[in-house]
């Protein structure tokens, strides 16, 4: 089977396994936290750092979440990283903009954090103090979903399907689930606009 072939059916088997029940509990908690008047923070490195800026517009302009991303923001975000170090970058980021128990803070990481391998550990950290602030944590994480899925109070975990794909496959599938539940009718508040053109 060729690559291209065996990539897309990956895709299928992912679809297939995905646990439908934990992206219902997302969606109920995030209807809640909009209902409490909370706000959404989306942390992310790499890859799920763009996505994060993709999922910030989405909730912002379909949901009516306020919602932002560190990563939005480079001129912050470099001069944490110079004056604080890297470890510590979305904590006081998180501190800075006031988190609180009304809040949520959402991860996109394809291997959630691992304090003890020294991975992520900057979305441990925010974790950690998300957890002792009481704010709600979310989660769309590939492998065993780390630190961020013991963690969680709503996680999907993308399964892994292939070892040498859980990079792709992970950080696709988080535009797939956020897209997912933007567009849920419990969660969407305004149109999105091909879908509003006759």
């Known amino acids: 089977m060729s690559y291209i072939k065996t990539y897309l059916e990956e895709i299928h088997q992912i679809v297939n396994k995905l646990d439908v029940n934990s992206i219902e509990k997302m969606v109920d908690q995030l209807v809640k936290l909009r209902k409490n008047g909370g706000r959404l923070f989306f942390l992310g490195v790499g890859g799920g750092a763009g996505n994060a800026t993709h999922a910030v517009n989405d909730f912002r302009k379909i949901t009516n979440i306020e919602a932002y991303t560190p990563t939005d923001n480079v001129s912050e975000l470099s001069a944490r990283v110079n004056d604080e170090g890297w470890e510590t ?34 979305i441990v950290h925010a974790l950690k103090y998300a957890k002792e602030i009481g704010s709600k ?22 399964p892994t399907v292939n070892p040498q794909t859980v990079t792709p496959h992970t950080e696709a599938f988080q535009a797939v689930i956020w897209h997912l539940i933007v567009s849920c009718p419990d969660m969407k508040v305004t149109e999105m606009k091909w879908e509003s053109v006759k």
């Open 137 to 158: 944590i979310f989660g769309v994480v590939g492998r065993d979903g780390g630190y961020t899925a013991k963690v969680a109070d709503a996680c999907v975990i993308v």
């Open 89 to 122: 970058v979305f904590v006081n980021w998180l501190k800075g903009s006031k988190l609180n128990a009304k809040d949520g803070v959402f991860i996109l990481s394809v291997g959630g954090g691992n304090a003890e391998k020294n991975i992520s550990a900057n």
